[in-house]
């Protein structure tokens, strides 16, 4: 099949969705095309765009304008002030998009950041996240969270949850799921035949033989020894203070890490601008750029595109590889 486009979504109109968007078009314009699902009442003034009728024109349109697909709302965009009104517009949106990337229409979806606040007071959200919505609409039961920069993946296999209820939610069986969805995704999104996969322990140390936690010895190690088994190329359990420097991270292809911060403090050190947030386990692309609505600076036009940028070039090549995998035709 021929190259399908990406399909952006507007993300909470007062945020700086609509901004950085206008400067990924200007950067990345014909050479990776996108359209944008939105109101352009809501684009920055002045920007050049075109609304178009389908997602396929969007491969001939980008090189001069940025392709607006409409999706009416019914309020103005106020920078840094969402509108209730508007909430359901929002929602309505991405589930617009995961039917045009089940329909082929488009060959991924990235998603600008919403606030799930003003989601919930406008719309009844009944979703903790963008993650859970998307997987709701795809009919999976279970997702998993990648981020993602040029030198570091890492995925937790726990997210937004306590730090104190993270040892009785961190399980064998959860454990094994996240590994074995981390190593598909590698192999089908990210081209990697063999993905070598380091798991980080739990405690200090990775427990030091049992001195300061023993979930290394009871859980982690024989899961880890047990997919060993099976072909997996996948080592430790390590220790998390001795994983992330530059000669640990070219020992493996993607870290798994226990707990949320474990896995986004070292990556965000890294390249704070550039990371992006991936979901895998869906039947389509979904990437996003890794912060907030940033409301704080909304109208303003300093927001950094950078990560919306990477986010759009990291779906486009698990487009491909995902396309290439299939069996399918791939553009140049």
């Not at 309505?92 to 998603?111: D, H, M, Y």
């Not at 719309?123 to 997987?135: D, K, S, V």
């Not at 990437?287 to 940033?294: E, I, L, N, V």
Request: aromatic share 4%.
């Amino acid at each position: 099949m021929s190259r399908a486009p990406i399909a952006l979504t507007s993300g909470e109109p007062a945020g700086i969705g609509p901004e950085i968007t206008v400067k990924a078009w200007q950067e990345l314009g014909a050479r990776l095309p996108f359209f944008w699902i939105g109101d352009p009442a809501h684009l920055p003034e002045g920007t050049r765009h075109v609304e178009i009728h389908a997602p396929e024109e969007a491969l001939h349109v980008s090189a001069t304008a940025l392709p607006v697909l409409r999706h009416p709302f019914p309020a103005p965009a106020r920078p840094g002030r969402p509108a209730r009104a508007n909430a359901a517009a929002v929602i309505s949106g991405i589930a617009r998009a995961v039917e045009l990337a089940q329909e082929g229409a488009a060959g991924a979806i990235c998603t600008n950041p919403i606030h799930k606040k003003a989601l919930q007071d406008g719309a009844g959200f009944a979703y903790p996240g963008h993650t859970e919505y998307l997987a709701a609409l795809a009919g999976v039961e279970r997702v998993v969270m990648m981020l993602a920069c040029d030198t570091l993946r890492v995925v937790p296999a726990t997210i937004h949850i306590p730090l104190a209820r993270v040892p009785g939610a961190l399980n064998a069986a959860l454990l094994e799921q996240t590994c074995r969805m981390t190593h598909a995704a590698l192999v089908s999104d990210f081209g990697i035949d063999s993905p070598r996969i380091a798991v980080a322990g739990l405690n200090p140390h990775a427990g030091e033989s049992g001195a300061m936690g023993r979930e290394e010895i009871e859980m982690i190690a024989p899961l880890i020894e047990r997919l060993r088994a099976e072909g997996l190329d996948i080592t430790g359990p390590h220790s998390a203070d001795t994983m992330f420097h530059a000669a640990a991270r070219a020992r493996y292809d993607v870290a798994v890490a226990m707990y949320h911060d474990q896995a986004l403090i070292p990556i965000k050190t890294i390249d704070f601008a550039g990371g992006v947030n991936v979901t895998l386990g869906l039947p389509f692309i979904r990437t996003s750029p890794d912060h907030g609505t940033a409301f704080d600076i909304a109208g303003t036009g300093v927001a950094d595109p950078s990560s919306l940028i990477a986010a759009l070039r990291l779906a486009d090549r698990m487009a491909r590889n995902r396309w290439r995998g299939d069996g399918s035709e791939t553009a140049p």
